[in-house]
């Protein structure tokens, strides 16, 4: 009897699951060499019910004896031309290789299905996909999502650059001018935030769930945001964000230019670049030696050579993956 038949799977329980789920998924990205480790007040933040999921329902543990071996997640987003379903799949090291991966994968797809075919209006006019991510160079996981059906589509650089490295200078706009952060400033910034990126391959309907999660997440610190105000109105930020939980974990101290955005009136400005050189700046002030930041390899705005000349370099390409329903 194979591993994937002997072990049980059961709906995620809130009330107990999320310590022992942050450390499954804290070894899964530890042996396949990813840097991304949850902690349990930001994946209760991350995992909280919602429009597009609902943890218990959408969620499934895989258990064997009483331990958590495996975890499958499913979440949904309407996208301009499709509602997108993402599958997500977390199997222990110790686990891997026995059949377990594919019976969560199996879950995912049935449940998303399941939603899918309770959905009304648009949403259930609008074709359907699912979707995934995995690192380009983890043969394990393209293996595992090619099997599965999975064909990658698009791809995001990974981006770093050494803070210790001069910071190009880049001047503001005399018209515009950075303030800090306040908390009556929130709204207008989620505002502005969701227009510019609707240019994005990738930009989604948000709703409040997603504001509300947001600005909950126990990493998110305003004060080492740039926010660039022309009069009343923002043209443009940097999200900033530092991790130190996982900066701890991966033995470094990494900034990240969370999300860089400038709405369409201020395009071609310099603002973008005025922005991400006061970023730099303060990550190097707060104590961070290298900054980081994602971009997609095709950005129409001409994103990836911006970053380049700031001194970022690809070191990661993320594969982002589509299977018809």
Known sequence: MTAAATVELRPFDPARDFPPVVGLIG???????????????????DWSPGV?????????????????????????????????????????????????????????????????????????ELPHRF???????NVAGVTFAERGGYAPFRFHYEMRRDLAEPIPEAPMPDSLELRPVQPEHHRAIWIADTEAF?????????????????????????SIWQVAWDGDVIAGMVIN???????????????????????????????ASALISRSLAILRDRGMTVAALGVDTENPNG?????ERFGFRPVRTWAFYRKSF
């Open 27 to 45: 070894a899964a990205h530890a042996h396949a060499g990813f840097e991304w480790f949850p902690t349990v007040a930001g994946l209760t933040v």
């Open 303 to 307: 994103a990836l050579g911006l970053y």
């Open 131 to 137: 979707g995934g991510i995995t690192d380009h160079g």
């Open 198 to 222: 609707r240019d994005h391959w990738d930009a989604s309907v948000v709703n409040e769930d997603d504001f509300v999660r947001f600005f909950a997440h126990p990493e998110v610190d305003p």
């Open 241 to 271: 964000g530092i991790n130190r939980d996982e900066n701890a974990r991966i033995g470094l101290d990494v900034g990240w230019l969370d999300g860089v955005s400038t709405r369409r009136p201020w395009r071609k400005r310099g603002i």
């Open 52 to 124: 597009t999921f609902d943890p218990s329902r959408d969620t499934s543990v895989a258990e064997q004896d009483g331990r958590i071996v495996g975890v499958a997640r499913t979440s949904w987003r309407e996208r301009e031309a499709a509602v997108v379903h993402r599958v997500e799949i977390w199997v222990h090291p110790d686990w891997q290789r026995q059949g377990i991966g594919r019976r969560l994968l199996a879950w995912g797809e049935d449940r998303a299905r399941a939603v899918a075919a309770g959905m009304t209006g648009r949403q259930a």
